[in-house]
Each structure stands twice: as C-alpha cells, then as structure tokens.
C-alpha cells in the first residue's frame, strides 16, 4: 500500500496551537499501552501540524503504528520497505528533529523513495522509539519548534509504558533491580583506588652507633658504667679477668731475666772459649723472643680495660647479666650512641616484603603518642629475611624521619605503616585470601 493512499482522515489541525498541544499532551499521557501510544502519536499529531503519513517504530517490536491504518500487514511491501529503511538509519545519534534525505540511504533505498514517502522526511528521536513524518512541504521553525515540545511528553510516557510491558511482577522487577543495583554498588566499591599499605613493629634505633666489643677471649670482670649512662671519649666501660694474663706475664717476666743472665754468662766467657761464641747467637734470639713474648702479654693486658672511642650513651643489657659472662673475640657487649640521632627499625612479615620499597613513606605510631604519627620514608630494605627471637623470620626495614619532626629518643617501640602503589580496595581485601589458597592448592 501506498503512504499517499493509506492516509485516512484525521481530525484537522486546531485553529488555537496552545489548546491543540494541551489536548495533544493529555491524550498522550492518559494512554494505557504502547499501542494505544503508537496510535495516538501517529494520528493526534496532526492537530500540531501538517503530514502525509507518520510511522511509530521501535527498535525491540519494529513497527507499532501507521497514521491512517487500523491494521499493520506485516508481510506488504511497504511494511517490508519500512523494516529495510529503519535497519540502515542511524536513528539514536542525534536526539533532535532530524531531516533525511535519500542521498544517506543506500541506493536500493534510495531508488524507491519516491514510490514510498513525500519529498521531506524527518526523525523525531524519542526515549526507545522514533517517530518519523512524511510530508511535502520542508518544516519550518515553527513546525520544529513545536515538535521539540512534543518530544518530551511523547519521551516521558513511552518509557513509562516500555516498563510496564516486561512479563515480571511488579514486586519481582523491584527486587532485581535492588540485586542490581547492589551488585552495581559492590563493584563500584570493590574497583575505589586506595593506597596499599602494610604494619610493621618498630623502635627507634641508634643511626650511626659505635659498637664495642671484646678485644679478646676472657671473662667480663667488671662494668665501669650503668645502662643508658653518659660517657666522655676515652672514659673506661668495662674490663676482663687478667688474673690468667697476669700469671703468664710473671712467668714471662721470668723466663726472660733467666735468659739474659745466660746471654751475659755465655757473652763473658766467649773471650776466653772459641765455643761459647756460637751460643751467644742463640741466647741472644732467645732473649728477643722472650722480650716479645713480654710486650705481647703486656698490650693485652693493656686492652682488658675497654675505654670509650667517642661521647655518647651506653647502650647496654643489665650490668649484672654481663660479670663473669664468658666473651670471644669481638663479641659485641655494648654499644655508644647520641640518644636523639636516631632512625626507625621496623620488621615486615614475608607476606608484606612485597609492598615496601625504597623511598616509601612511613608513619610511625609511637606508643608514647599515637595521635601524632612521626612521618619518615623508607631508607634501606634488607634482601633477606632475618630469624626473630620469637621464631618467626621477618625483613629488617630501616627508615629517617623527614625534614622537620620531632627527635626521638633511642628505644621508643610503636607500630609503623608503610605506604605502597595504588591498588583496588577488591585486591586489597582479596590478596591475601587469594595468596592463601595459592599455597594451598597450586591454583
């Protein structure tokens, strides 16, 4: 059938607009389905304005309504044209009054344009719909302007009724959309950047401590100090048992008088035995090894009172633990520090090595003062991990205080966080579950 043919009458255009498009609005929004919609749009329009024919057309149902046909055939060769034009349309790219033309049509299209629409076309998008208008005369600005007015009444009531028209219970469909929208909320939640961040024990440690230790094996006789007490350069800090050393520097003493009254014996005698020549070269070795055996005894003697190498603070475990306590050579038994030149320690589980780095920033919590957190960034991150006393094996993190913050005296323990990349707060509560089952499984 033909647009020029299949056109019935319509009731004519209202002699006062304001009133046609009051009526218009009503009827359009009192309708009950979307075929009552299509019905009214196609055919109320033209109290508006001016057409030949005008099609209702939906993307998920095709054609709803003709202008002047009460029955839509299906299988017609216009309808069939219709289904071919609005494939090829860009319908949804422009949500205003927009004219066609045969030049954006394909040429089979193109060809048949005349046989199937007047001389102007125009698209009037609507929420899913589109309404298009056939006509002779092009739209003036008026015309356009009053159709931009319908669109929104026109909008408004198809996706009211385009609701209504899903085969769900009412209280069905709200429920859907509450799991939904929650399900939306969830992954919004789970995809919020946050800063990947780890805790770690600390104490504040000596920077540059000087650590003393035992120049050789003995037995602690004596702390010159108490703990965390002031020493001078030079001050004496501990000393070994010498009873063992003194005892074997008298013999020495001994054995070195013994042999030089024999190197001046035999010296004597040489004069008047050709012999004892040969023996004054012995003797007189012996007397240098006896000598040197001497100074030997002596400097280490002379090393079993530890005296300071700098000023600072004698850091240190209970005097008492350390008398009569058996030490190798070089063991560590105290250590000297300026109390406020300090860094951070921190410990960070193996789980965790992975998010520090060099350079990171570190809040330290002391436990003395929680709410002012001690800002500092990551200095060095140990390789390897390192045994703890209580068993477990843990990377040893040191950190400096920036610019500005509070010195801090030696032992302060709190607890540190160290700030990593930006992660998904999803990843941040999956990881180490994830991890977990990693190790587990294998997955």
Same mark, same amino acid.
């Given at each position: ?14 002699a006062?607009?304001l ?6 609005? =009503? ?6 389905a979307?075929?009552e ?14 057409? =030949?024919?005008?099609?209702?057309w ?27 034009f609005?494939?090829?349309l860009?319908?949804?790219? /422009?949500a ?8 954006? #049509?394909?040429?089979?299209?193109a ?8 001389a102007n ?7 899913t +719909?589109?309404?298009?208008?056939? =006509?002779?005369e ?15 009444? #026109? ?16 209280? &069905? ?10 399900c ?13 961040s ?9 920077r ?5 230790r035992?120049?050789?094996? +003995? ?5 010159l ?6 020493v001078?350069?030079?001050?004496p800090?501990f000393?070994l ?22 190197y !001046?014996?035999?010296?004597?005698? &040489? ?6 020549k040969?023996? @004054? ?6 007397v $240098? ?6 100074d030997?005894? /002596?400097n ?5 009172r ?7 603070v004698? @850091?240190?475990?209970?005097a008492?633990?350390w ?8 063991? !560590?038994?105290?250590?000297?520090a ?9 410990w ?7 998010t ?6 570190? $809040? ?5 003062d ?8 990551v200095?060095t991150?140990?390789y390897?991990?390192t045994?703890?006393?209580?068993g ?9 205080? &920036?610019?500005?913050?509070?010195s801090?005296?030696?032992?302060l ?17 999956? =990881? ?12």
């Amino acid at each position: 059938m033909s647009a020029s043919k299949s056109a019935s009458k319509s009731p004519s255009m209202s002699a006062n607009p304001l009133l046609g498009f009051v009526e218009f609005e =009503r009827r359009v929004m009192s309708a009950k389905a979307l075929d009552e919609f299509g019905f009214i749009a196609v055919n109320d329009l033209r109290r508006l304005i001016s057409y =030949r024919q005008a099609i209702y057309w939906r993307h998920d149902k095709g054609i709803m309504a003709i202008s002047g046909v009460v029955e839509i055939a299906s299988q017609s060769p216009y309808i069939l044209f219709l289904h071919d034009f609005f494939k090829v349309l860009p319908i949804r790219e /422009r949500a205003e009054v927009t004219p066609i033309s045969p030049g954006s #049509l394909p040429k089979k299209l193109a060809d048949q344009w005349g046989e199937w629409f007047a001389a102007n076309l125009y698209l009037l998008p609507l929420s899913t +719909g589109t309404l298009l208008l056939s =006509r002779s005369e092009a739209l003036s600005d008026a015309e356009k302007v009053i159709l931009e007015q319908v669109r929104l009444p #026109l909008s408004v009531t198809e996706k009211a009724l385009g609701r209504r028209h899903y085969p769900m219970a009412v209280g &069905q469909g709200k429920r859907r959309w509450k799991w939904l929208a929650a399900c939306a909320a969830i992954a919004l939640l789970f995809a919020i950047p946050i800063r990947d961040s780890v805790l770690a024990s600390s104490v504040m440690v000596a920077r540059k401590p000087a650590v003393i230790r035992s120049p050789m094996e +003995g037995v602690i006789d004596e702390i010159l100090v108490e703990p965390n007490e002031a020493v001078k350069k030079d001050e004496p800090l501990f000393s070994l048992d010498l009873t063992n050393l003194s005892g074997k520097l008298a013999v020495a003493l001994q054995e070195q008088a013994t042999a030089e009254a024999q190197y !001046k014996e035999m010296a004597q005698a &040489q004069l008047f035995d050709a012999k004892a020549k040969v023996q @004054v070269a012995l003797l007189k070795a012996k007397v $240098s090894e006896k000598a040197a055996t001497v100074d030997y005894l /002596r400097n280490l003697i002379a090393k079993g009172r530890v005296l300071a190498p700098q000023d600072g603070v004698a @850091v240190f475990d209970d005097a008492t633990d350390w008398i009569g306590r058996p030490v190798r050579v070089g063991e !560590k038994v105290m250590q000297l520090a300026e109390p406020l030149d300090t860094e951070i320690e921190s410990w960070v589980d193996l789980a965790d090595i992975g998010t520090v780095r060099t350079g990171a920033p570190l $809040s330290l919590f002391l436990n003395t003062d929680p709410l002012n957190p001690l800002k500092a960034e990551v200095t060095t991150v140990a390789y390897e991990a390192t045994p703890r006393a209580d068993g477990s094996m843990q990377y040893r993190i040191r950190a400096k205080a &920036q610019e500005g913050q509070p010195s801090q005296r030696m032992g302060l323990k709190g607890v540190a966080r160290i700030s990593g990349d930006h992660i998904a707060l999803g990843w941040w509560l999956l =990881r180490k579950p994830v991890i977990f089952i990693r190790q587990r499984t294998g997955l």
